[in-house]
């Protein structure tokens, strides 16, 4: 069925999501290396012309690309779009918070859609990334929309923490006990973890990871619940 989508001139966004499951193959999120090869591939056996992911969707359906190029440079500028469609800072983006960004996206791209349109865009968004299936998006799943080469945040799931474990640690690094972890406070975490965690973390990285993270602050304050969505794995 995938195969058969390929040599249409324009596709759905539905049809873009079973040729996306098909590419996939181990489900990461990504199409990479093997799997991207595979794509471009049956592309030019399917086209006379050799095509890339964007030729596979019309200009209007191509928001994950649009995302990519337009919006997020940078896992610094991920983590401030983040905490804009957060905005009930509850570590999720729900399905109409999900709405808004999808639909800011398009406008910064001159692209305008109606509310059904957009609903779709929104269900598929959900289809390709909750992997838990939740119905809302964390920032982790949320963060398959960068390139490999800038997420940090994969380099971040191998150093989580239980719940227990991260409020110790930041009751440590909270050095005056006011709450929040401010860039020194954090330049601190980071270095010994990168000690402790050579193999995940590169310690000259650390202005990168701090940048980054130091975006979902308040005014330079990273309170205990912005931290947890880099470093906590959970409530035990």
Request: charged letters at 30%; one cysteine or more; a negative charge.
């Given at each position: 069925?995938?195969?058969?989508?390929?040599?249409?001139?324009?596709?759905?966004?539905?049809?873009?999501?079973?040729?996306w499951?098909?590419?996939?193959?181990?489900?990461?999120?990504?199409?990479?290396?093997?799997?991207l090869?595979?794509?471009?591939?049956?592309?030019?056996?399917?086209?006379?012309?050799?095509?890339?992911?964007?030729?596979?969707?019309?200009?209007?359906?191509?928001?994950?690309?649009?995302?990519?190029?337009?919006?997020?440079?940078?896992?610094?500028?991920?983590?401030?779009?983040?905490?804009?469609?957060?905005?009930?800072?509850?570590?999720?983006?729900?399905?109409?918070?999900?709405?808004?960004?999808?639909?800011?996206?398009?406008?910064?791209?001159?692209?305008?859609?109606?509310?059904?349109?957009?609903?779709?865009?929104?269900?598929?968004?959900?289809?390709?990334?909750?992997?838990?299936?939740?119905?809302?998006l964390?920032?982790?799943?949320?963060?398959?929309?960068l390139?490999?080469?800038?997420?940090?945040?994969?380099?971040?799931?191998?150093?989580?923490?239980?719940?227990?474990?991260?409020?110790?640690?930041?009751?440590?690094?909270?050095?005056?006990?006011?709450?929040?972890?401010?860039?020194?406070?954090?330049?601190?975490?980071?270095?010994?973890?990168?000690?402790?965690?050579?193999?995940?973390?590169?310690?000259?990285?650390?202005?990168?990871?701090?940048?980054s993270?130091m975006?979902l602050?308040?005014?330079?304050?990273?309170?205990?619940?912005?931290?947890?969505?880099?470093?906590?794995?959970?409530?035990?």
């Amino acid at each position: 069925m995938a195969e058969s989508h390929l040599q249409s001139p324009l596709i759905t966004a539905s049809q873009f999501f079973e040729i996306w499951l098909h590419f996939d193959a181990d489900g990461s999120g990504y199409l990479e290396g093997k799997e991207l090869q595979n794509l471009i591939q049956e592309l030019q056996q399917a086209r006379k012309k050799a095509g890339l992911l964007a030729h596979v969707l019309p200009t209007e359906e191509n928001f994950l690309l649009l995302f990519r190029c337009q919006q997020l440079k940078s896992c610094e500028e991920f983590m401030k779009t983040w905490r804009k469609y957060d905005t009930d800072h509850s570590g999720f983006i729900e399905t109409e918070e999900l709405k808004n960004f999808l639909k800011d996206l398009l406008e910064k791209a001159n692209k305008t859609v109606d509310d059904t349109k957009l609903a779709e865009y929104t269900d598929l968004m959900l289809k390709l990334f909750d992997s838990n299936n939740d119905g809302k998006l964390e920032l982790t799943e949320m963060a398959r929309l960068l390139p490999v080469q800038e997420n940090f945040l994969l380099k971040f799931q191998g150093v989580k923490m239980c719940g227990k474990e991260f409020n110790k640690a930041f009751e440590l690094y909270d050095q005056d006990g006011n709450g929040y972890i401010d860039e020194h406070e954090l330049d601190a975490l980071l270095k010994d973890l990168c000690e402790k965690n050579k193999q995940d973390l590169d310690i000259n990285n650390i202005p990168t990871y701090k940048k980054s993270i130091m975006a979902l602050s308040d005014g330079g304050k990273l309170y205990r619940t912005d931290l947890a969505l880099i470093l906590c794995a959970g409530d035990n």
